[in-house]
């Protein structure tokens, strides 16, 4: 019979050894065998608890994903509703929090990009990630701007967002969530109507 609680301490340790084998040497080498040897579990534990590599790496996504919603909730927590720029501010933080940039994890969401234009699992989770940023970056640029320049604020946000963050990934340096969000601070003072000196700081601070 299965130890009560078993779930809950193999699931994460398998997807641990999932964005650690990626890491060490990327999804195509990352076998069952190999992802179970990083985890000291038996490969048959895989299947057990998700069925098999697919569904593994499916868990994985949408564990990175969570993290990525939590990172972002902590950020907005401390920011009032009307403070409309420093809630911008701080759904970009979220996306450049170390959850997110760990060398780890930056490596497992580029192979979720390349994946996803061939698993439609991934795909699907990847759109419902995008769909997520935009609204929630244009719920609170609808309380400055109009509809339509609120669509187009948000889609350049995210454009940022992507772009620094894979080009960041891509660089020996790693990804410099400093540059990144001064960057965006910048477009955003460039497309808003007032200023945003009163969030810079605590934006760039990680506040």
Request: glycine share 8%.
């Amino acid at each position: 019979m299965p130890k009560v609680g078993m779930p809950e301490i193999r699931k994460p340790q398998l997807i641990n050894a999932t964005m650690e084998a990626i890491y060490a040497v990327g999804l195509h080498k990352a076998s069952v065998a190999m992802i179970s040897s990083y985890a000291g579990v038996s490969p048959a534990i895989i299947n057990h608890y998700f069925g098999g590599k697919d569904e593994l790496l499916e868990a994985t996504m949408r564990a990175v994903l969570l993290d990525l919603s939590n990172a972002t909730r902590q950020q907005l927590a401390g920011i009032s509703h009307d403070d409309v720029r420093g809630r911008i501010l701080a759904i970009v933080a979220g996306n450049f929090d170390d959850s997110q940039i760990d060398p780890k994890v930056a490596k497992t969401w580029m192979t979720f990009w390349s994946y996803g234009m061939h698993k439609p699992a991934l795909h699907r989770l990847q759109r419902i990630n995008e769909k997520r940023l935009l609204s929630h970056l244009r719920y609170e640029l609808k309380k400055l701007v109009d509809s339509e320049q609120a669509h187009f604020i948000a889609h350049g946000v995210a454009a940022l967002i992507d772009g620094l963050w894979l080009r960041g990934a891509l660089s020996p340096e790693g990804i410099n969530k400093e540059l990144a969000r001064s960057l965006i601070v910048d477009y955003l003072q460039r497309c808003l109507p007032a200023s945003l000196e009163t969030t810079t700081a605590k934006a760039v601070s990680g506040g």
